[in-house]
């Protein structure tokens, strides 16, 4: 094979959120630069979907579900996991709320996944030892939050900037131990969690129209960059926040 330093051959990378959108493009094309696969998601059906999009199917690739909001759930599903050289932190949820309407509840249920569930996940890989030396963390933020802001976002922005933050603490203290803590931040991005019916597509058509390069991302606009920072060719890269936003933030 041809030198490829952006190549996962070999390496064994878990992604969580597998059966849709951001997670499910991750993981397809991780097993596209060769890597073998654990699948982590609650949904078993769109698990299973998942893994049937998967290159190198003599690779053993293997599916967990999982309710990354139980923590004993977390530690029992590191305890049975292989070794891994990185992992691809996805599982997300959001919901648009103006700041007068926000509960308690709601915000614990957004963070709770967005938030809470990597911190843990993250906890017992480190603790269970299932990081090789070297390995590549890399978390799903947003450019919302981080790098911008927009009405009825703030439970989701809150969480996201908390992820980052906690990837910048994250990166300095696995450091020694040979484990790089990234993220990655995209802008609007065309996945089931946008269109749950609380902004028409008119809306959508005209926000649009804030991005420079005239559309918002795919997954796989976010997938590659993560599998940039999964890869050997980002081996002195950690703690950084890379934008992926279409140009939005420019403005």
Not at 68 to 91: R, Y
Not at 108 to 130: C, D, F, W
Request: hydrophobic share 40%; aromatic share 4%; glycine share 8%.
């Amino acid at each position: 094979m041809a030198y490829n330093p952006y190549s996962l051959e070999g390496k064994t990378i878990l992604v969580t959120g597998a059966g849709s959108g951001i997670g499910r493009a991750t993981a397809v094309e991780c097993s596209r630069m060769g890597a073998r696969l654990v699948l982590v998601d609650i949904n078993e059906a769109a698990l299973n979907d998942t893994l049937a999009m998967l290159e190198g199917q003599d690779r053993e690739h293997l599916c967990c579900v999982v309710n990354l909001c139980d923590e004993s759930a977390i530690e029992a599903m590191a305890k049975q996991l292989p070794q891994i050289d990185g992992c691809s932190h996805n599982a997300g949820i959001t919901n648009l709320v103006p700041i007068q309407f926000i509960t308690a509840e709601e915000v614990e249920r957004i963070h709770r996944v967005n938030l809470l569930a990597p911190i843990l996940l993250t906890k017992y890989l480190v603790k269970k030892k299932k990081l090789n030396r070297p390995s590549s963390i890399v978390f799903t933020a947003s450019a919302g939050g981080v790098f911008c802001a927009s009405v009825g976002n703030a439970i989701y922005a809150t969480s996201k900037c908390g992820i980052d933050a906690y990837m910048r603490t994250a990166a300095l203290e696995l450091a020694p131990k040979g484990i790089r803590c990234n993220s990655v931040n995209p802008g609007m991005v065309e996945t089931p969690l946008i269109n749950r019916g609380q902004v028409s597509p008119e809306q959508h058509e005209k926000d649009k129209a804030n991005y420079p390069l005239g559309r918002y991302g795919r997954p796989e606009d976010v997938a590659h960059a993560t599998i940039f920072l999964l890869s050997d060719a980002s081996s002195w890269m950690t703690g950084t926040a890379l934008k992926i936003d279409g140009g939005l933030t420019l403005r």
